[in-house]
């Protein structure tokens, strides 16, 4: 599944597990970024997958409203 930068925004707002990541890389600082809650710049987020799995279920939780 290809996840848009809406959606890992959106999730990112609206996750309990989001804790920003204070060393972020290069690639996506490149990008602006930094300072934007969104799953890739939490410290859970890695290979783009979550790694504690709140990912889907936060998406789900938002389709519904």
């Known amino acids: 599944m290809m996840v848009s930068k809406m ?3 959106s999730v990112g707002k609206m996750c309990p597990g989001y804790v920003q990541a204070h ?3 290069w690639t996506l600082a490149s990008e602006n970024i930094e300072n934007e809650v969104s799953c890739e710049s939490c410290i859970h987020w890695k290979n783009n ?3 504690i799995n ?3 279920d936060v998406l789900s ?3 519904q409203t």
């Open 7 to 9: 959606q890992l925004r």
């Open 23 to 25: 060393n972020i890389s």
């Open 49 to 51: 997958k979550c790694k």
């Open 54 to 56: 709140l990912f889907d």
């Open 61 to 63: 939780s938002l389709d």
